[in-house]
T-cell receptor, first 118, second 114 residues
Framework: GAGVSQSPRYKVTKRGQDVALRCDPISGHVSLYWYRQALGQGPEFLTYFNYEAQQDKSGLPNDRFSAERPEGSISTLTIQRTEQRDSAMYRC????????????????FGEGSWLTVV | AQTVTQSQPEMSVQEAETVTLSCTYDTSENNYYLFWYKQPPSRQMILVIRQEAYKQQNATENRFSVNFQKAAKSFSLKISDSQLGDTAMYFCAFFNSGNTPLVFGKGTRLSVIA
């Protein structure tokens, strides 16, 4: 597709269940990022990949959160044993090249996955 | 770690007037990039303007311009001739190549009033 695609767009899950959020970046984009955005807050960095390698996962809140990008394209963010505080929009972004000095022009955000834990 | 602070949670401006949104940041780096993103109710993230720290000249994009004060670590956004379509959340963001990508501030909600 033409843009970063995320699915599901909306997910309601019961506390304690596992959820998997998918990101399909723009074809050929090297870098893929995951952010979390609570209502009224700015995006909070979670983790990012260059190709299939996870470069930085320092933003993952705890060990219930994990991400993978096994073939360097589609990525999955998994939240195990969900809690109500996990409710937020999870946004994926991708960019064409590594450490691109025109970063701001080449990063593309997906529309996000709204997660509600009840 | 780099931090980005937006001290104005909400602002409003009359249509056709000018408004300035504030942003300060903290870094020990010398080379970096600063951005303003717009997030309308649709929740898209739209790049408004970008500034490279090594450039002294302030960036300008049509009605949008910045006042970049490197020594003061300040990066404000000025919107001239405000339009109703400018109503949105505005996020200031910092990027240092080689570090974690795009650190965002908490945002300023701007309302343009007819």
């Amino acid at each position: 597709g033409a843009g970063v695609s995320q699915s599901p767009r909306y997910k309601v899950t019961k506390r304690g269940q596992d959820v998997a959020l998918r990101c399909d970046p723009i074809s050929g984009h090297v870098s893929l990022y995951w952010y979390r955005q609570a209502l009224g807050q700015g995006p909070e960095f979670l983790t990012y990949f260059n190709y299939e390698a996870q470069q930085d996962k320092s933003g993952l809140p705890n060990d219930r959160f994990s991400a993978e990008r096994p073939e360097g394209s589609i990525s999955t963010l998994t939240i195990q044993r969900t809690e109500q505080r996990d409710s937020a929009m999870y946004r994926c972004a991708s960019s064409l090249v590594l450490e691109d000095p025109t970063f701001g022009n080449t990063i593309y955000f997906g529309e996000g996955s709204w997660l509600t834990v009840v | 770690a780099q931090t980005v602070t937006q001290s104005q949670p909400e602002m409003s401006v009359q249509e056709a007037e000018t408004v300035t949104l504030s942003c300060t940041y903290d870094t020990s780096e010398n080379n970096y990039y600063l951005f303003w993103y717009k997030q309308p109710p649709s929740r898209q993230m739209i790049l408004v303007i970008r500034q490279e720290a090594y450039k002294q000249q302030n960036a300008t994009e049509n009605r949008f311009s910045v006042n970049f004060q490197k020594a003061a670590k300040s990066f404000s956004l000025k919107i001239s001739d405000s339009q109703l379509g400018d109503t949105a959340m505005y996020f200031c963001a910092f990027f240092n190549s080689g570090n974690t990508p795009l650190v965002f501030g908490k945002g300023t909600r701007l309302s343009v009033i007819a």
